[in-house]
């Protein structure tokens, strides 16, 4: 069954110093999809990226990175130099290409807390 | 381009009474999605729409649920006679439906607290 696992509950940094949160996710689709949203304080699901299972290229953002590896099922998010602003509950995603829905399945989310 | 709204952002009811939800997507967007979170969990999926047509329903909506999304543009999700256990954020999100890719552009929610 598809299954989206973020370990790490809460997470708490200094200013500058850098963040990676994992996610790990279980699926029997060869095509699916990855995505990572950030939920702040108001309460919006903000969409940071998306990745398809063919594609493995690591991917960079200004100071957002992913890391995608399919042989560890895993698809980690590492903020660089973190911020104030970057406190936040993070979620990790998954949609099967078989279901046609594309509804999300989301893991229970990692929760950042940036200290000045 | 506005986003995705939703109205009321709280709702506060006694357990017993019906509350109804409005979501506004994205404009054009065809499929339209309802999701419940509840506290320290993600988002789950509720039901969808494309167009008009409410494709999937997920176990978690019981009978006391229905939604609607008539003419294809906002939807209203209904709760009749509500209980404790449906207080929680219900979240819509919306997408243009276009060969897998599908990114859902979420609203910041209704928080519904049942007394």
């Known amino acids: 069954a598809q299954k989206v696992t973020q370990a790490q509950t809460e997470i708490s940094v200094v200013e500058k110093e850098d963040v990676t949160l994992d996610c790990v996710y279980e699926t029997r689709d060869t095509t699916y999809y990855l995505f990572w949203y950030k939920q702040p304080p108001s309460g919006e699901l903000v969409f940071l990226i998306r990745?398809?299972?063919?594609?493995?290229q690591n991917e960079i953002s200004g100071r957002y990175s992913w890391n995608f590896q399919k042989s560890t099922s895993s698809f980690n998010f590492t903020i660089t130099a973190s911020q104030v602003v970057d406190s936040a509950v993070y979620f990790c995603a998954l949609s099967e290409a078989w279901d046609s829905s594309y509804k999300l399945i989301f893991g229970s989310g990692t929760r950042l807390l940036v200290r000045p | 381009d506005t986003g995705v709204s939703q109205d009321p952002r709280h709702k506060i009811t006694k357990r017993g009474q019906n509350v109804t939800f409005r979501c506004d997507p994205i404009s054009e967007h065809n499929r339209l999605y309802w999701y419940r979170q509840t506290l320290g969990q993600g988002p789950e999926f509720l039901t969808y729409f494309q167009n008009e047509a409410q494709l999937e329903k997920s176990r978690l909506l019981s009978d006391r649920f229905s939604a609607e999304r008539p003419k294809g543009s906002f939807s209203t999700l209904e709760i009749q006679r509500t209980e404790q256990g449906d207080s929680a954020m219900y979240l819509c999100?919306?997408?243009?439906?276009?060969?897998?890719?599908?990114?859902?552009?979420f609203g910041a929610g209704t928080r519904l607290s049942v007394l």
């Open positions: 990745r398809n299972s063919f594609d493995e």
């Open positions: 999100a919306s997408s243009y439906d276009f060969s897998g890719k599908n990114i859902q552009y």
